[in-house]
C-alpha cells in the first residue's frame, strides 16, 4: 500500500548563513509537523486531497510560514491570502485569492472544489461563501506577526514589492534581507494511487491593486492529473504565471514522454531560470516518483512515505 507525501515551505535565498540554529530547528520542527499531519491520513487510507489539506493546514497555523497565520503585509497592512486544491483523480479543482480572515484558506479551497459549483472565488465573495460552509474565521490580530509587520514596515513607502526569501533584485522587486518565510505547499499520492496538490500562501510583502500570483492559479503554482504528477510552486509568482509552470511539467510528461525529474529540470532549471523567473516546486507522481527542484538558494522541504522513509532539508 505505497503512498508519497511531499511539501514545501517556500523557496529563496535559504542559506546557512541566513540561518540560526534555532531557526534550523524551527523549521525543521515546523515541517515535521506537518508531515506527520498528512502521513497520518494516507496511512490510514486517507485520500491525497485530504492529505494534502491536514498538512498544508498544520503549516498554515504556524507563523514562520507565509500562509495562514504567517501570511505578509499587503501595501495598506492587510494580509491577503490566496490558495488552490487540485484532485488528480477527476481533475476537481478549488482556488481563492485575496481573502481575508480565513484560517486556513486552503480548507475553504477544498469547500470550493466540493460545494461551490465553481472553482475559483475571490475577496468578499469567497468569505461569503467560507461563512457559508462553516470555514473558520480569525480576527486581524491572528495574522499579526512582529517580524512580518517590520518586514512591511521596511517597504511600505515604496512601489516596491517583495518576495519572501529574497536577496538579489529582480525589477520592482526590493531585497530582503530579514528573515526568511515562505509560502506553503503539498503534494501526494495515495493508496488508491489518486494524485493531489494545493499551495497557501500570504503572496508578496507590500502587493498592490488586489495583485495575485501563481499560487491559487490551476495551471501555473498548483495542478494535478493521475496521468502525470502533481505540483505544487513557490517562487516569484509573476514568472510562474507566465510561464504557466506546473501544466508546462505535466504536459513535458504527457506530450513528450519526459520522466518527472527530467520535466521539473527542463521548467525549472532551464525555462524559468531563462526568464529571470526565482522559485521551485514540489513533484510527486502516481508512482511514488517525487522531486524537490528550485533554481533559488534553497526551498523548505519534507518528504514522507509509505516505508517511513523521511526527508526534511532547507539548503542546496
Ligand atoms: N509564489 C508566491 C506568489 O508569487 C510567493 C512565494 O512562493 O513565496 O504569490
Redesign the pocket.
Given at each position: 500500500m505505497a503512498y508519497t507525501l511531499v511539501i514545501h515551505g517556500?523557496?529563496?535565498n535559504i542559506t546557512p548563513a541566513i540561518m540560526n540554529k534555532e531557526q534550523e530547528q524551527e523549521y525543521t520542527e515546523g515541517l515535521q509537523a506537518a508531515l506527520v499531519a498528512g502521513n497520518a491520513v494516507l496511512k490510514n487510507g486517507g485520500t491525497s486531497v485530504d492529505a494534502v489539506v491536514a498538512a498544508i493546514s498544520e503549516l498554515e497555523d504556524n507563523p514562520i510560514f507565509?500562509a495562514g497565520r504567517g501570511a505578509v503585509f499587503t501595501k495598506k497592512g492587510l494580509n491577503e491570502m490566496?490558495a488552490a486544491i487540485m484532485d488528480g483523480s477527476n481533475l476537481a479543482a478549488g482556488a481563492l485569492a485575496g481573502v481575508r480572515n480565513i484560517k486556513n484558506p486552503i480548507k475553504l479551497a477544498r469547500e470550493v472544489m466540493l460545494h461551490s459549483g465553481h472553482v475559483f472565488l475571490s475577496g468578499p465573495g469567497a468569505q461569503e461563501f467560507a461563512l457559508k460552509q462553516g470555514i473558520d474565521m480569525a480576527p486581524d490580530e491572528y495574522f499579526f506577526n512582529k517580524s512580518r509587520y517590520d518586514q512591511w514596515l521596511e517597504i511600505r513607502d515604496s512601489d516596491f514589492y517583495q518576495?519572501?526569501?529574497k536577496e538579489d533584485n529582480l525589477k520592482g522587486v526590493v531585497p530582503n534581507t530579514g528573515h526568511k518565510f515562505?509560502?506553503v505547499g503539498a503534494v501526494a499520492v495515495d493508496i488508491h494511487g489518486n494524485l493531489a496538490a494545493g499551495t497557501s500562501?500570504g503572496?508578496?510583502t507590500n502587493k498592490r491593486f488586489g495583485r495575485?500570483?501563481?499560487?491559487p492559479v490551476v495551471g501555473s503554482?498548483t495542478y494535478a492529473n493521475n496521468k502525470t504528477c502533481a505540483i505544487s510552486?513557490?517562487?516569484?509568482?509573476?514568472f510562474?504565471l507566465r510561464a504557466v509552470v506546473a501544466y508546462d511539467v505535466s504536459c513535458l510528461m504527457e506530450y513528450r514522454g519526459l520522466s518527472l525529474q527530467e520535466a521539473c529540470n527542463v521548467v525549472v532549471r532551464e525555462k524559468l531560470v531563462a526568464m529571470g523567473g526565482e522559485?521551485g516546486l514540489i513533484a510527486v507522481d502516481a508512482k511514488g516518483n517525487y522531486d524537490f527542484c528550485f533554481n533559488s538558494n534553497g526551498m523548505y522541504r519534507g518528504m514522507m512515505n509509505h516505508l517511513g522513509e523521511q526527508v526534511v532539508a532547507f539548503y542546496k
Open positions: 517556500g523557496a529563496g507565509n490566496d518576495l519572501d526569501h515562505g509560502t500562501t503572496g508578496m495575485i500570483g501563481d499560487s503554482g510552486c513557490t517562487g516569484h509568482g509573476e510562474f522559485g
